[in-house]
Structures are given as structure tokens and as C-alpha cells.
């Protein structure tokens, strides 16, 4: 099926609301005539393929100019920690494979990583999505395309064979499938109020993992209760003339001081207050009261992730009761989502309002300070960001300690969790039919992600000979823990 065929397709093939189950199964069974579930198997770069690094540098263009190396820098590591910063490049390649015609709302970037414990409002340890950058409705499969094409670039790095890679693809793609028929058949309100808390986590863990794996898993999950602001304050925060000050380490952490003249720098602090007095606004009003409790005391600009890096992105340290009463929040550049170009435009003017709506919709329950806003900045430009707290109980995933055991049921519970995150906002029922009860969709997707794995690995050299030969500018520095 070709693009203009597949996007034809997308838009013929959506329920009007309230159709029957029957109507929306039929739906689906007609989506799977219209682009077999093999046919996802195929990945072969377009003649006409985009130059990899041209996209990475046309997204370069309007970031921190001075970050940008650390970006390549961190890129060009690994095949897999190069997937991570490309995005953009997967996002211009899944637009010429076939698609389902169906779609949902998608994170965009669902690589294993992205997939996290986290806390509940309720102080409840959480498995769940994390990075929304990319939101946009698109179609569901992309999600799944990018989750398994991870998992396989991880498994080669940990040396695990053809047939082990195959079986963990396999095996995570079954978990969505057979979650989704679940979905499918539950009350609306029962997908809503899905979720994977703590206490299922070590009751898969039990029945999937040996004893190493489920002491690993305990280990990460009292960890993740002891990454909250006060741990953040302990190690980010140096004590200034009696006062909590953020510590400067530079270039992955500055402080806002540090960064302009006197005369810039208090346009710039009287711009942050701003931000977090209007941010403020987008919150449930129970959560603003508790957000009028703090005062901003200090601002830096940090240095986060492998794609992200060069995008502005802020810390905020906010104190309440006293000096020892900290709340570190996070407010990042949100730009226009890398599946635009391929799915449509945001309904949403501000690109923070869309990474927000789209988090709210996909998972089970999201940061209580989570909101958006609008900046003036003191370069006379606009630029939206989304603000959530630094740290919140945050584990996360160490494929490279994995053995083949051990990401195999990762890979299961990502598989559910995504199934869940789409359930919510697509047509949950046309989309298990589509899947069906056999394994030629898990089968096809077994052979895409070990392409796509072939193909990142060829960008990735690209990126590494362009650094070596001069092309690209590249400082190489540790991700902060």
C-alpha cells in the first residue's frame, strides 16, 4: 500500500461515535483486507530516503547552539543510544510502510526506556509511559513498531542471538495483542481505570522472572521511592550565604546567574516568575493552592536525555514551609512533534498544552503539577514548554544488565502497558479485530524491528563517520544519573 493509499485508508476506516461492537469489530476485520497484517513486516528505505543526518541537523538549527555537540556527542555511543536522539528520522520512515488505517494516540517515542515506574497522586508506585514529547493521534502501530525495533537494537547489544531477539519481539508483541482483545472487551470505564501499580508488578515479576530478576526488581523499586525532590535538593543544591542554591555543573547544569549579565539575568528571573505563576493556571485549582505554597528560589538550565539535549529545558527550585522544604520542577521546550509532518498538525496552538493532553490521555494517572505555557523570550521569541516535577519516584529500565529472560517479560509489560495507553484513546475494539487471535501480526513485526535495526545501525555509522570526518561538531559527555 502506498503513503497517499495508507493515509486514504486512516481516513475512511475511524467509527463514528456510538457504533455497535459489532460495527467496530467489523470495522477492524475490514482494515485487516485493506493492509494484511503481514504486510508489516516490510521495511525496505526509500529510494528517495531523506538524509538521516540532514534531519538531525535541520532539528539541530534551532536549539542551543552551544549543546548541540553534546547531543551528537551522546548519539554517536551506541546504535541504541543514537535510536534514542532519532525519532525524527524512524517518524519520516514508518510514514512510507503500510498502516492500518486505525489510529490513537500515540507517544511517538516508545522505546524501552520510556517505559518507567513512577508515582501516583496517591504515593503508589506506578509502571507506566513517560516521555510524551511527540505526541500526536497517528497510527497506533507506529508505537508498537518503534517499542519492538528497541528491544531488538538492546538485544543486540547484549549479545543475544537471532532466536532470542525473535522470541522477546514475539513474545512483546503478543502482549499487546492479547491485552488489546482484553480491552476490547471490558466497559469503558474498566480501561480507564487500568493500570499496573506496584503490587501487580511483583505479580507478574513472580511468574515471569527468577529469583535474580525479582531481587533486581525490588532493588529498582525502592530506589525509585527515594528519587523525589528531597533527593534531587541533597545532590543538585550547594548552600549560598545561608541560602539553598542550585550548584553549577557546567555544561549540563547552569545556573540561570551564571549564564547572562546582571541587567539580562533579572529580565530573565522576573520572565521565570512569570512562567510559573501563569503555568500555574493550567492546573486543577486544588493543585494550584498547593503550588502557591512555594516561592521560586533559584533556576538553571539542565542538560536531559539523548534527543532533547539542545531543546531549552529549566529547573526550577521552589521552597515552601523553609529551606528545607523543596519542590524541584522541570519546564522544557516543546516544539512541533516529529509525526506532524506525517499525521497532521496538533489540534493544539501550544505545543505544551499537546505533550500535556496527550501524557493525561495515555497514561493511568500523570504528575499532579503537570501543566503548560507560553514564553517571551528575551530573544524577542515565543517558545512553548510543559512543566512537571524533576523527580517523582522515577525508576528506570537497565537493559544492558538484561538477560534474555529478564527483557522478554520487560518487553511483555511495556507490550501491555502501551495496549492499555491506546485502549484509552483509539478504537479499542477495531483494533482487536484488526490483531486477531493468531501470531501473524506478532510474526510480521518480529522481521520489521530486526530491519529497522539494520537500518539504525547504518545511520548510526553515518553519524559517526560525519563526526570523524569534521561534519558534525561532537563533545561526549555522562548522562546524569
Avoid at 250 to 270: H, K, Q, S, T, Y
Avoid at 323 to 328: I, K, S
Avoid at 422 to 444: E, M, N, Q, V, W
Amino acid at each position: 500500500m502506498s503513503q497517499s493509499q495508507s493515509q486514504n485508508a486512516t481516513t475512511a476506516m475511524r467509527a463514528s461515535p456510538h457504533t455497535t461492537p459489532e460495527e467496530r469489530t467489523a470495522l477492524g476485520k475490514a482494515a485487516r483486507r485493506a493492509s494484511p497484517r503481514s504486510g508489516h513486516a516490510e521495511y525496505r528505505p526509500a529510494s528517495d530516503r531523506p538524509d538521516p543526518l540532514g534531519i538531525l541537523e535541520a532539528q539541530s538549527a534551532a536549539r542551543v547552539p552551544e549543546l548541540v555537540p553534546i547531543r551528537y556527542g551522546r548519539m554517536m555511543e551506541s546504535p541504541f543510544r543514537f535510536y534514542r536522539g532519532a525519532a525524527a528520522i524512524m517518524a519520516s520512515d514508518l510514514a512510507g510502510t503500510p498502516r492500518s488505517g486505525l489510529t490513537a494516540q500515540l507517544c511517538g517515542d516508545a522505546h524501552l526506556l520510556n517505559f518507567r515506574l513512577l508515582a501516583s497522586p496517591e504515593r503508589q508506585l506506578m509502571f507506566d509511559i513517560n516521555d510524551f514529547d511527540e505526541t500526536l493521534p497517528g497510527p497506533w502501530e507506529w508505537d508498537v513498531k518503534r517499542l519492538t525495533t528497541s528491544l531488538v537494537i538492546a538485544g543486540r547489544a547484549n549479545g543475544f542471538d537471532d532466536d532470542e531477539r525473535a522470541h522477546i519481539v514475539g513474545a512483546t508483541v503478543r502482549a499487546y495483542r492479547e491485552a488489546m482483545i482484553r480491552f476490547a472487551g471490558m466497559r469503558s470505564l474498566d480501561v480507564w481505570y487500568a493500570k499496573i501499580d506496584a503490587d501487580l508488578l511483583e505479580s507478574l515479576a513472580a511468574g515471569r522472572l527468577h529469583h535474580r530478576g525479582q531481587k533486581n526488581l525490588a532493588r529498582a523499586m525502592a530506589k525509585a521511592r527515594t528519587r523525589d525532590s528531597l533527593q534531587a535538593f541533597d545532590k543538585l543544591t550547594e548552600t549560598v550565604d545561608g541560602r539553598p542554591r542550585i550548584a553549577a555543573d557546567p555544561p549540563l547544569l547552569i545556573p540561570a546567574g551564571d549564564l547572562l549579565p546582571d541587567i539580562e539575568r533579572n529580565a530573565l528571573e522576573r520572565q521565570f516568575r512569570g512562567l510559573v505563576e501563569r503555568y500555574g493556571r493550567t492546573l486543577a485549582s486544588d493543585r494550584r493552592a498547593l503550588l502557591e505554597d512555594y516561592r521560586l528560589a533559584d533556576v538553571a538550565r539542565k542538560v536531559v536525555g539523548v534527543g532533547s539535549v539542545g531543546t531549552r529545558c529549566w529547573i526550577f527550585l521552589l521552597l515552601g514551609r523553609d529551606n528545607q522544604d523543596p519542590l524541584f520542577l522541570q519546564a522544557k521546550e516543546a516544539d512541533t512533534s516529529v509525526l506532524a509532518a506525517h499525521v497532521g498538525a496538533s489540534r493544539y496552538r501550544n505545543q505544551g498544552e499537546r505533550v500535556v493532553s496527550g501524557q493525561r490521555l495515555m497514561q493511568a494517572t500523570s504528575d499532579i503539577f503537570l501543566g503548560w505555557e507560553r514564553v517571551d523570550g528575551i530573544d524577542g521569541k515565543q517558545r512553548d514548554f510543559y512543566v512537571r516535577q524533576l523527580r517523582d519516584w522515577k525508576g528506570i529500565a537497565e537493559p544492558e544488565n538484561m538477560r534474555p529472560i529478564g527483557m522478554k517479560a520487560f518487553g511483555e509489560l511495556c507490550g501491555v502497558t502501551l495496549a492499555r495507553a491506546h485502549a484509552r484513546s483509539g478504537d479499542r475494539i477495531a483494533i482487536a479485530a484488526y490483531l486477531g487471535k493468531g501470531d501473524a501480526f506478532d510474526r510480521a513485526l518480529a522481521d520489521f524491528a530486526e530491519a529497522y535495526a539494520d537500518q539504525n545501525e547504518r545511520d548510526h555509522q553515518a553519524l559517526v563517520d560525519a563526526v570523524r570526518a569534521g561534519r558534525l561538531p561532537a563533545e561526549q559527555l555522562p548522562l546524569a544519573a
